[in-house]
């Protein structure tokens, strides 16, 4: 039996409460240009210097929309095309064909760079051609800054990965791709893989001198948006980064629904109650999620990924930074099977078969932290001890027809669930979770490599069935994980680490072979913690409302609801979390999660 989400933690006291357009503030007095006056100020910049503009833009920006709005604010300014300098798309084609794979899903990661789709002797001949009053537009126009004699002004036109697969699900094509009605995986793949790699290779070299910054998300042709797109300029857009990464702050979630879906997140939340579900909710996942930039003029949205690449050190500390790069190391996102169904049967691939088959340098670990769970909720979780794996292999692969459900009880241990169980998952171990669960995902952040085994004869929501990768899922399971295995090493795994006063210290795993270390803090007026040195991610799973402040007023106070994720970057140093003059909750509990190994003074 479902437990009614009406009942759960005083539900009427929070739904709403939760907030999906967290914003982080730019720097005092700086304005967000829009429009024609936008636009002037590039060209008074530009004729101050060389009357030369590049608007250089991320690819699945909408160029004809953005040309048309360049031209009407800049009518007396020629327009030149960068991409007029490509490579012929079937050589672009060939190029990239190794890393698309003939796979629906999973390529191999490329390392080109953005010169490597372009022609430099074409490039040359653009830059002589280039004259006053010229604005050069599309992937790739900041090309031309080391081939022009003057200092042209560059605009950097960016965008969040989110909406451009919302734009792809409408019809959007990849970069110079005449693949409208392709399938949507395989354009997401394309992306992943190839496209944004090299866009945000390309990009990182243009933070530290770009002029302005223009919010790609919001460029459409006029009767798609109703807004016109925000601008500020690059010093502005380098200060606001520096900013946030100095105080605690969200990214911007973003919901969507799913075969699996459920009702918790909608109810609980205040989501559109005209969605049949909603499955995930992205709470934190910098590669996909924006950043809103919020001052004079309204806000301007860009990616969260541009706060990774420009403050590493300072968001992700020393330790983290080495070991990762500049990439964000820690998910959390919501699963939400409440009234809907079962995740997919999964597995996902081992350190070395990630390396070597995607080039990817580290896996999918994972947990499922249960925020809340019905009463028929469980979760699958490593093979039962004594079956016969071979049988179950072949009984996965004739499920394969649809017409033979596979068995998942007889070959999978399925263990009650409930409210702040926490199940570790490390990279090779069968599982999902059930039916009437809201899941807080908490792992790393590879995201896409799940190898899906069996999926309970279900189609996706586009009426196709989902990609099954029994293949790769039979390469990865590590079949000694079996029952005696994952209550010994994955189930009730709790250890009370200190008392002080009302607040309990309690590790909660991961497993030992994960390299995320998670924290769950018990508090009824407030719990000190210190960074260490290192990024903190955290989740209010309990209570409805709570503050995070700094004991030395390094930071404003930041308010933070139930089931909100936020991110406090490794060089706030010590911070407290307390409750509020308007908590109403007896008792607040967090969960915080860390690179294991990265504090300061960890051996």
Avoid at 47 to 59: C, E, G, H, M, N
Avoid at 114 to 125: G, T, V, W
Avoid at 498 to 526: K, N, P, Q, S, Y
Avoid at 543 to 564: I, K, L, M, Q
């Amino acid at each position: 039996m479902t437990t009614p989400i009406s009942d759960m933690h005083e539900g009427h006291t929070l739904r709403g409460r939760y907030d999906t357009q967290p914003t982080v503030p730019l720097p005092s007095g700086e304005r967000i240009l829009r429009g024609a006056e936008a636009w002037k100020a590039v060209a008074d910049a530009a004729q101050r210097r060389a009357s030369v503009i590049l608007v250089d833009t991320y690819p699945g920006t909408d160029v004809p929309a953005l040309t048309t709005q360049i031209q009407s604010a800049l009518p007396d300014w020629q327009i030149v095309d960068v991409e007029q300098a490509a490579r012929p798309v079937a050589e672009v084609e060939q190029l990239i064909a190794p890393n698309l794979t003939d796979d629906r899903v999973f390529g191999v990661m490329s390392h080109y760079t953005l010169p490597d789709f372009y022609d430099a002797d074409k490039l040359d001949a653009l830059a002589d051609r280039t004259t006053e009053n010229t604005v050069v537009v599309g992937w790739g126009a900041a090309l031309l800054r080391d081939r022009l004699e003057s200092s042209p002004v560059t605009v950097l036109v960016d965008m969040a990965r989110w909406e451009i697969q919302l734009r792809q699900r409408a019809g959007a094509t990849n970069w110079r791709a005449d693949n409208a009605g392709e399938d949507n995986l395989r354009k997401y793949k394309r992306g992943f893989f190839v496209e944004w790699r090299v866009a945000d290779r390309h990009k990182r070299t243009l933070f530290d001198t770009i002029d302005f910054v223009l919010d790609g998300n919001a460029i459409a042709p006029a009767e798609k948006h109703e807004h016109e797109a925000g601008m500020i300029t690059g010093d502005a857009f380098r200060a606001a980064l520096a900013n946030a990464a100095s105080r605690p702050f969200r990214v911007v979630p973003f919901f969507d629904p799913g075969v699996w879906g459920g009702q918790w997140m909608k109810n609980l939340i205040g989501l559109d109650p005209s969605k049949d579900n909603y499955a995930w909710c992205f709470d934190c996942v910098p590669e996909e999620n924006s950043l809103l930039l919020e001052g004079e003029g309204g806000v301007i949205e860009i990616p969260s990924l541009d706060l990774v690449f420009s403050q590493p050190v300072e968001l992700l500390g020393a330790k983290t930074f080495s070991r990762f790069g500049a990439e964000f190391p820690i998910r959390f996102d919501f699963l939400d099977t409440m009234d809907g169904g079962n995740l997919s049967l999964q597995v996902h691939p081992l350190t070395d078969y990630i390396q070597n088959t995607f080039g990817m340098h580290y896996t999918q670990d994972e947990s499922y932290y249960m925020l809340d769970a019905g009463d028929d909720a469980v979760v699958y979780l490593g093979t039962k001890t004594g079956i016969d794996r071979d049988r179950m292999l072949r009984d996965l692969a004739r499920a394969q027809d649809g017409e033979h459900p596979f068995p998942a009880e007889q070959y999978v241990n399925a263990f009650p669930a409930r409210k702040h169980d926490h199940f570790a998952i490390p990279a090779g171990t069968v599982h999902c979770s059930g039916a009437n669960s809201m899941v807080l995902e908490i792992s790393a952040t590879p995201f896409i490599f799940t190898f899906k085994l069996w999926d309970w004869g279900r189609v996706g929501l586009d009426g196709i069935p989902r990609p099954v990768h029994l293949d790769h899922g039979a390469r990865n399971i590590q079949w000694d994980r079996d029952t005696d295995w994952v209550h010994e090493n994955l189930l009730d795994q709790v250890e009370t680490i200190g008392e002080d006063g009302d607040v309990v210290e309690e590790r909660t795993g991961l497993h030992a072979l994960e390299f995320i270390e998670t924290r769950r803090h018990w508090f009824t007026e407030a719990a000190d913690h210190d960074t260490d040195g290192t990024v903190n991610v955290l989740n209010l799973v309990e209570g409805d409302e709570a503050r995070v402040v700094s004991p030395t007023d390094a930071f404003e106070p930041f308010v933070v609801h139930y089931a909100e994720t936020f991110i406090v970057p490794a060089s706030v140093g010590p911070y407290r979390i307390e409750r509020t003059e308007h908590t109403r909750s007896e008792r607040l509990a967090t969960v915080k999660a860390y690179v294991r190994g990265s504090r300061a003074g960890d051996e």
